[in-house]
């Protein structure tokens, strides 16, 4: 069964990025949902176009660039993954995700923005990824939301306690530096990491705590 993944139109695409590679790392499937809003996002922040009828080249593009903007700083050859990965357009209502009867691990919304939390915690549906969200609610599967915004107003905080009360999982996309953080990507990584922990997927990307102080300082082992 795959993971659903959706990228709404927060800014922190890298962040989607890293939780897509480590989840084709670790064996994975994915069902991916892109938001009309996000691919602007992406393209600001990427300078990537991400199209319906090439999100295969798209999608290896995007998952080739480190969070710097460095294009080749990962390996994304999907010619052995493709299979793995089936995406879905956001405005196609009769895709598989929109039905509880499709069967999935849960889904990932990551980055999610506050109107993206705003639709989910009320039920809208105004496209495929709310969709996708309220039925893996309502199917009591794992759900992990990313928002990515600051500050956040006491709307956005009421939604958030609601998707809390409604079973799924809240996580900011708050980096940490305990984990001894050199570069961008090192951050990303464990905004990635956390989410990945949420959804109980196993990975390697970030060192994790071990109750000694001073860890964060010291160079990976």
């Known amino acids: 069964m795959p993971w659903i993944v959706g ?43 991400f199209r319906d009828a090439h999100w295969r080249d798209d999608l290896r593009e995007w998952l ?16 052995g993954e493709g299979d793995r990965v089936r995406y879905w357009a956001a405005g196609d209502l009769a895709a598989g995700p929109s039905s509880g009867s499709y069967a999935t ?28 969200a309220s039925v893996t609610l ?14 956040l107003n006491g709307q956005t905080l009421r939604h958030l306690v609601a998707l809390d009360e409604a079973g799924a999982s809240v996580v900011p996309a708050s980096p940490a530096f ?19 922990d949420a959804a109980g997927v196993g990975h390697g990307l970030y060192r994790r705590w071990k109750g000694e102080i001073g860890g964060g300082s010291r160079p990976p082992a």
């Not at 084709?24 to 300078?47: K, N, P, Q, W």
């Not at 080739?64 to 010619?79: Q, V």
């Not at 984990?179 to 956390?194: M, S």
Request: hydrophobic share 45%; charged share 20%; proline share 4%.
């Open 7 to 49: 990228v709404s139109g927060a800014s922190g695409t890298p962040y989607a990025a890293a939780v897509l590679r480590a989840l084709l790392d670790a064996g994975e499937s994915v069902d991916l949902v892109v938001s009309r809003a996000s691919r602007l996002t992406l393209l600001d922040e990427t300078g990537i176009s």
């Open 64 to 79: 080739a660039r480190g969070a710097d903007g460095k294009p080749g700083t990962f390996a994304a050859d999907l010619a």
């Open 105 to 132: 691990k849960g889904m990932l919304i990551v980055p999610a923005s506050t109107a993206c939390v705003a639709g989910v915690a009320l039920g809208l549906s105004k496209d495929l990824l709310q969709r996708a």
């Open 138 to 151: 309502k199917e009591r599967r794992p759900l992990v939301v990313t928002v990515r915004e600051t500050p």
């Open 178 to 196: 305990y984990a001894g953080a050199t570069h961008i990507q090192d951050l990303v990584d464990f905004v990635a990491g956390r989410v990945l």
